[in-house]
């Protein structure tokens, strides 16, 4: 089930003005364009961000997300109509690269749920497709400078107002790190979102995906955090 901060309608409608410039995104737009894809699907898609800018530069763009209320907004943005949104991937069509941007690998906790979407995957990509995606290396330790951030930030957020968000680091039990982010709105309103995310290490990640089929071809620094990330190209071999 998606966390509150994706899946609650009014947290939905404020994720893009606390998130902030999507700089990362950039990255995948070369990776698309560099691997001469004609067809991507956004794994874990949330408002849409990803899927808006490649279905611009002409691409067929499947956006996939669990959460409705993050699909709703995604749908009521410019040029949404160019992008097919959806709860599940989709069967019977096949792409030539998959992508997870963000934190979206890391929300699947178990083995199982990790290598059902891996497998999901690999289903719809045309043989020689490949999987990108992201994740945050364990031995960087980010949850020590989670731990670190202190105060609210205040955001004005275009049709809604002032909100306020909070953020609490909650647990640590590698290879699980809990958080949580209050937001407070102008009207009184308090809502809650608590989040678990997985630090899988380098050998948990080669053995998934080989368990999956895919063949891991190269491993890249994420521009907007070199050596805190892994960027991932895992092809389906043909």
């Not at 709860?87 to 069509?93: M, T, V, W, Y």
Request: proline share 6%; net charge negative.
């Amino acid at each position: 089930m998606p966390d509150p901060i994706f899946a609650h309608p009014r947290l939905a409608a404020v994720y893009d003005t606390f998130d902030g410039d999507r700089d990362d995104l950039e990255a995948y737009e070369e990776i698309v364009a560099e691997l001469g894809a004609g067809s991507v699907l956004d794994v874990g898609c949330g408002t849409g961000c990803l899927a808006l800018r490649l279905a611009g530069r002409g691409l067929r763009v499947t956006g996939v997300d669990p959460a409705e209320a993050s699909l709703e907004v995604a749908r009521g943005k410019p040029g949404a109509g160019r992008v097919r949104w959806c709860a599940e991937i989709p069967a019977g069509e096949v792409f030539d690269v998959a992508v997870m941007t963000g934190n979206v690998a890391q929300v699947f906790l178990t083995d199982d749920d990790w290598a059902a979407v891996l497998r999901a995957v690999h289903g719809v990509l045309r043989p020689g497709g490949l999987l990108v995606f992201e994740t945050r290396r364990p031995e960087y330790r980010a949850w020590d400078e989670w731990a670190a951030r202190t105060g609210p930030v205040v955001r004005e957020v275009p049709g809604v107002g002032r909100v306020e968000q909070r953020f609490a680091l909650t647990s640590v039990r590698l290879p699980l790190v809990s958080l949580r982010y209050t937001y407070t709105f102008a009207d009184g309103e308090v809502l809650t979102s608590d989040s678990t995310l997985r630090f899988r290490d380098r050998i948990d990640l080669h053995a998934g995906l080989t368990a999956a089929g895919f063949r891991v071809v190269e491993v890249r620094q994420a521009p907007d955090r070199p050596a805190q990330e892994r960027v991932l190209l895992c092809e389906k071999p043909r």
